[in-house]
């Protein structure tokens, strides 16, 4: 099947044209939570709590955060073709998993990078070659300074390549500002990896 990308800045409405594209699929959804909860954090709580009463109630949810990542690879290669599979987000699961090595970052940071530039590159080759529709949202970053933290230029360069390799093959590809969805397909020129 083939993979739809959707991209854009906090509170563009690439959640909502995610899920809106998901409904018009006609499959059985599957959402994917990719967001770890975070002990002692009310807002975060309630952020989470408020996506899972926005998610219309047939469709089932995986929370993935705690899973293995071989076990979420898992999940897209096991996958039908009558399914719908809504990844949220590639950035929130990219930074649960810098979050949980942030001890071993400080001490070797090359072996974390590796590490997760692996990962990710094996995430979104399943996400490509599942045979459900899957629809993908990202957060769109990077286009700032360059951080001064490790960990944030860890995250930004690592969802940027991640990004590229899902959008790069995906069927439709597109940017959500301001709360409209621009067609990269479309108006775009793709870009070689």
Known sequence: MAVIFVTGPVRSGKSDYA???AR????RVVYVAT???????????????RHARERPPDWRTVETAAKPHAEL??????????ECLL???LGTWLGARIGACADELARDYVGVETRLERE???LAGAIVASPARVIVVSEQVGWDVVPIVPSARLFRDLLG?????VSLQAEHAYLVVAG????????GVPVAE
């Open 19 to 21: 899920m809106r594209l």
């Open 24 to 27: 018009e699929e006609g499959r």
């Open 35 to 49: 967001a770890a909860p975070e002990p002692g954090d009310s807002e975060w709580a309630a952020r989470l709590q």
């Open 73 to 82: 690879c898992a999940l897209f290669a096991r996958a039908s073709a009558d």
């Open 87 to 89: 990844v949220d987000a």
């Open 120 to 122: 990710s590159a094996e």
């Open 161 to 165: 390549r991640m990004e590229r390799r």
């Open 180 to 187: 409209y969805a621009v067609d990269l397909r479309r108006i």
